[in-house]
């Protein structure tokens, strides 16, 4: 069953969340599509994400993402680009963690944020 949706804050609007077949990005993507956005549920977790994007077939749109690969945002801003000919909003809500372990960002997750980063900003040069 589709949620209906809720408000108009962001009607036309295209956007991209990361992390979003489950928890908090599944929460924002969600919200995003009630308030009328066209949003891209990008995750590693293809049978999540995939259901669901299939609550919401009007608003949401999985796309298989691993936020550390430059192919995959390539791939993934593509396919906003040519199907909506725009992306809004990114929000970068993927992550990893390691059970029981305090970590500090390593320079791998900290040149990934700062290529995402560089991405999203060449992206919303296009058009």
């Not at 209906?4 to 009607?11: E, F, I, K, Q």
């Not at 929460?27 to 994400?49: M, P």
Request: proline share 2%.
């Amino acid at each position: 069953m589709a949620a209906a949706a809720v408000g108009t804050r962001m009607a036309g609007k295209v956007a991209i969340v990361t992390g979003a077949a489950s928890g908090f990005g599944a929460a924002i993507a969600k919200r995003f599509a009630q308030e009328g956005a066209k949003v891209c549920v990008a995750d590693l977790n293809e049978s999540a994400g995939r259901e669901f994007a299939s609550s919401m077939p009007d608003s949401l749109y999985f796309h298989r993402l691993n936020v550390t690969q430059r192919k995959d945002w390539d791939s993934v801003v593509e396919k906003m680009y040519s199907d909506y000919g725009k992306i809004d909003c990114l929000v970068n809500n993927a992550g990893t963690t390691y059970s029981n372990k305090a970590r500090c960002p390593g320079a791998s997750n900290i040149s990934a944020i700062n290529e995402l980063t560089h991405l999203a900003h060449v992206g919303s040069d296009r058009g």
